[in-house]
């Protein structure tokens, strides 16, 4: 069992930064990639950036590349997710989640087993 906490949101301006964290409970939390996805309202879930395991491979969307980095600590079994020059189409509630254990990083939702309750990031213009 995993159980991940995000934190770290709130209203930021345009051009604006925010870094979100995610907090792990379970001791196979080093053994799991992790990613953050995204849900704006009326939208599906979209991925963000992903992690290895080690830290060593990360993935990020188009969207979000250059702008966002992902990283981790797994002896905090913590997951950051710096973002920098945020633009209102980045509202949307942030949901960190771990995938199966040893399972390499990936964008599809389906590998994720474990999900956090999300925290709002809103981006007024």
């Known amino acids: 069992q995993v159980q991940l906490v995000e934190s770290g949101g709130g209203l930021v301006q345009a051009g604006g930064s925010l870094r979100l964290s995610c907090a792990a409970s379970?001791?196979?939390?080093?053994?799991?990639?992790v990613g953050w996805f995204r849900q704006a309202p009326g939208n599906e879930r979209d991925f963000v950036a992903a992690?290895?395991?080690?830290?060593?491979?990360?993935v990020y969307a188009d969207s979000v590349k250059g702008r966002f980095t992902i990283s981790r600590d797994n002896a905090k079994s913590t997951v950051l997710l710096q973002m920098n020059s945020l633009k209102p189409e980045d509202t949307a509630v942030y949901y960190c989640?771990?995938?199966?254990?040893?399972?390499?990083?990936?964008?599809?939702?389906?590998?994720?087993?474990?999900w956090g309750q999300g925290t709002q990031v809103t981006v007024s213009s």
């Open positions: 379970g001791r196979t939390f080093g053994s799991r990639a």
């Open positions: 989640a771990a995938a199966g254990v040893w399972a390499t990083v990936t964008k599809a939702p389906t590998a994720y087993d474990y």
């Open positions: 992690i290895s395991r080690s830290g060593i491979s990360t």
